[in-house]
């Protein structure tokens, strides 16, 4: 598409019969022998080149006509006919020629899949359509680079379907449309799924000394849709629950990313418990809830004799008396005591 196409009909004893190019699906006349006749309307001139040219050429007792579209486009596709007009009979022998328009691909989106939300256990249907010439082929991936539900890398055609979704399944979903024709179309579609929140402890515990002006970071990550209101809690004596928020004592942070290991609607979830003291140990619930439910994790947080976290303060080294130091104190004192006797 946006070249130059040639088709080449070669004639026989013209004598003083016409030659005419025809667009023959439309039924529209081109040219007469080396003269353009469609009307103006139809033959724009862009940068100095007409959208039709026709050329005569001359071999022997043959009369080459070439037609010549610029600037293809895909309603210049289809046959040509190339027709001598026989004057006084009713017979006009004619050849066919195909102009074959080579298209990219390009998304449909009245019938593509855009943002899907479906509960889990339902079932999906991905959809991509794909305009083109030659037809495009369809390929379905996943965007993060991992396996579809199917423990495919990759599913060939127009439809995905997944059958039960799971929450595991959400993410973005790449249609690639290619006909080998540059570029090719692509397009993403998010799969949102439904589901109870999820939590677990980035570590099952954690150590910190107490009483010395050190901080700790617990952390968790919950996942849920829709969206769960997210909260810590201290496991009391008896098991109660006591609800944290932000004050003095403790900063809580969430994160949407996280070093890019997020998994979609998942969130990093984390408190910082400041200047640790012995009434800090104990038990901690991360706890997300939406509509479906709630999910929580655990995190435990126990004594230490030594700072732990990257947040330490340097190791105060203790000097040593060097050996040359210990030999010049012992010849002073030596010295010193000679002078004594004497």
């Not at 102009?99 to 991905?126: Q, R």
């Not at 179309?185 to 939590?199: E, G, M, N, S």
């Not at 990313?257 to 140990?281: C, G, K, T, Y």
Request: charged content about 20%; proline content about 6%; some cysteine.
């Amino acid at each position: 598409m946006g070249v130059t196409g040639r088709l080449v009909c070669v004639v026989i004893n013209q004598m003083d019969n016409p030659v005419y190019w025809i667009h023959k699906w439309t039924q529209t006349t081109i040219s007469t022998d080396d003269k353009i006749v469609i009307d103006d309307a139809h033959n724009t001139i862009v940068n100095g080149w007409p959208k039709y040219q026709v050329e005569r050429t001359y071999s022997g007792e043959r009369i080459i006509y070439t037609i010549i579209v610029n600037r293809l486009e895909p309603r210049d596709a289809g046959l040509y006919t190339c027709q001598i007009l026989v004057r006084g009979s009713n017979e006009h022998p004619s050849k066919d020629g195909e102009m074959v328009v080579l298209i990219p691909p390009a998304v449909i989106m009245s019938v593509t899949s855009n943002t899907i939300s479906v509960e889990e256990n339902d079932k999906v249907n991905l959809t991509c359509g794909a305009s083109g010439y030659p037809t495009p082929n369809i390929t379905w991936v996943r965007v993060n680079g991992g396996l579809l539900p199917n423990e495919e890398l990759r599913h060939q055609g127009t439809f995905y379907s997944i059958d039960p979704v799971q929450k595991e399944d959400r993410g973005v979903y790449r249609c690639l449309a290619d006909n080998n024709v540059r570029p090719p179309a692509v397009h993403d579609a998010t799969l949102t799924v439904i589901f109870r929140p999820t939590a677990r402890a980035v570590q099952s515990s954690y150590g910190q000394a107490e009483n010395r002006m050190f901080d700790i970071t617990i952390e968790c990550r919950i996942a849920g849709w829709p969206e769960p209101d997210l909260q810590w809690y201290k496991v009391l004596s008896g098991g109660s629950l006591s609800p944290i928020n932000n004050d003095d004592k403790h900063t809580i942070n969430i994160l949407l990313n996280h070093a890019n290991i997020l998994d979609p609607n998942e969130r990093w979830f984390q408190m910082v418990i400041r200047s640790v003291q012995a009434n800090d140990f104990g038990d901690y619930v991360c706890k997300g809830c939406n509509d479906l439910g709630c999910g929580e994790g655990v995190v435990n947080l126990f004594a230490t004799s030594e700072c732990q976290g990257p947040n330490c303060p340097p190791e105060q080294d203790v000097p040593s008396k060097s050996p040359t130091s210990a030999l010049s104190f012992s010849i002073l004192l030596l010295i010193s005591v000679l002078f004594i006797i004497n």
